[in-house]
């Protein structure tokens, strides 16, 4: 997993334009409210568990203009959108929003983690995100269990097609 803000800040890094994109999406129009209280790690659930996701942090490069830094990392893609971080946020922030817009932009440049490719190949395939390993389903037999119902992955591919899903570099896009 890459680290967005362990490493020094170069000028050079900086695009001043980044978060004029960030507000005008829905979402990210109080980005730069922020004040760098802290209240959004400090009540995430997610940051308790891990030493490099910070929603502070992430709040503040995205500020600062660090595009290439926050839409190249898997960091942002680790947040379970609970919003816990928008509801206490003094500034009232949208922080689980605007890091969702940075997901949709990293997405658009073909920036997403493995393990969600995987997961969308995986609903065209079966219509499910994980794939059931067969020693599950049979298991399921001999215990006199009735069969999953089956996923409809034809009407779920079409539904992300529609919706623009799966363009951009990578496998898929949100
Ligand atoms: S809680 Fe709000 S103001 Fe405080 S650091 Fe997080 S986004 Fe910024
Ligand atoms: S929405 Fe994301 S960043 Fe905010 S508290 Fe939940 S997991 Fe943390």
């Known amino acids: 997993m890459s680290e967005t803000g362990q490493k020094l800040i170069k000028a050079s890094e900086m695009n001043a334009s980044f978060k004029y ?14 004040f760098q209280c802290g209240t959004c790690t400090s009540d995430c659930p997610v940051a308790r ?8 942090q992430i709040i503040r490069m995205a500020q600062l203009g660090l595009k ?16 816990t971080c928008t509801d ?6 949208e922080v689980a929003s605007v890091i969702r817009v940075l997901r949709n932009l990293a997405a658009e440049e073909g920036h997403i983690p493995l393990v969600f490719k995987e997961q969308y190949a995986s609903i065209l395939e079966s219509g499910y995100a994980y794939k059931i390993p067969e020693l599950r389903l049979k298991k399921r037999e001999t215990l006199g269990l009735p069969p999953l119902p089956r996923g409809n992955a034809e009407s779920i591919g079409k539904v992300l097609r529609g919706i623009g899903f799966g363009k951009g570099g990578g496998n898929g896009g949100t």
Request: with cysteine; charged share 30%.
């Open 21 to 34: 994109e960030i507000l005008k999406m829905h979402g990210g129009e109080k980005l730069m409210r922020c």
């Open 49 to 56: 568990f891990s030493d490099t996701y910070r929603p502070r």
């Open 68 to 83: 290439d830094r926050i839409l190249s990392s898997d960091t942002s893609w680790l947040c379970a959108s609970c919003f």
């Open 88 to 93: 206490r946020c003094p500034q009232d922030v």
